[in-house]
T-cell receptor
């Protein structure tokens, strides 16, 4: 069973640009969550999508957005990048049935210069 | 509001020694509690989870954790450390129960474990 796949693994962008990150969940998983990890703030929840609907949202500015497609793949977008957006962005997928864990991808390392 | 506090950002033990990583949580409802491990440049891997079935939870790689409601704690232990245990460990809490899926985890700041030969 393939794991959670995040692309790309590494990304360098310039301040002011926008970026789109992709996450393919484990087959059959309909819930996808996104987290930002930085040395200063640690792991912070961005948002969760379930069946193409945003079910939960963390405390991030509107520059951070996401969406989920009918095949459960998800993308997150960050517009008008700031230096402080440099982070490891992690995606996790889980199944809504039963008491299951969240499986994490390896993350996308975004560097804003 | 939920929160997680991990005492000690760095813990160093000798190989073969007991590993104890501390986690205290705050939640207004019975929580789901988790320990994750992260190796450099990797995602998170679940070590174990508490979901009210049993207070002593056994996980992978010889780790276990005990849920103590009176102390609001969920400390992670391993009797004998191995060099391969060197990593960063995160405690997390969730009170969401969308049919059992944990879509919104609140993480502690993490504890880096070093293992000396």
């Amino acid at each position: 069973k393939a794991g959670v796949t995040q692309t790309p693994r590494y990304l360098i962008k310039t301040r002011g640009q926008q970026v789109t990150l992709s996450c393919s969940p484990i087959s059959g998983h309909r819930s996808v969550s996104w987290y930002q990890q930085t040395p200063g703030q640690g792991l912070q929840f961005l948002f969760e999508y379930f069946s193409e609907t945003q079910r939960n949202k963390g405390n991030f500015p509107g520059r951070f957005s996401g969406r989920q497609f009918s095949n459960s793949r998800s993308e997150m977008n960050v517009s008008t990048l700031e230096l402080g957006d440099s982070a490891l962005y992690l995606c996790a997928s889980s199944s809504p049935t039963g008491n299951t864990e969240a499986f994490f991808g390896q993350g996308t390392r975004l560097t804003v210069v | 509001a939920q929160s997680v506090t991990q005492l000690g950002s760095h813990v160093s033990v000798s190989e073969g020694a007991l590993v104890l990583l501390r986690c205290n949580y705050s939640s207004s409802v019975p929580p789901y509690l988790f320990w994750y491990v992260q190796y450099p440049n990797q995602g998170l891997q679940l070590l174990l989870k508490y979901t009210s079935a049993a207070t002593l939870v056994k996980g992978i790689n010889g780790f276990e954790a005990e849920f103590k409601k009176s102390e609001t704690s969920f400390h992670l232990t391993k009797p004998s450390a191995h060099m391969s245990d060197a990593a960063e460990y995160f405690c997390a809490v969730s009170d969401e129960d969308y049919g059992g899926s944990q879509g919104n985890l609140i993480f502690g700041k993490g504890t880096k474990l070093s293992v000396k030969p």
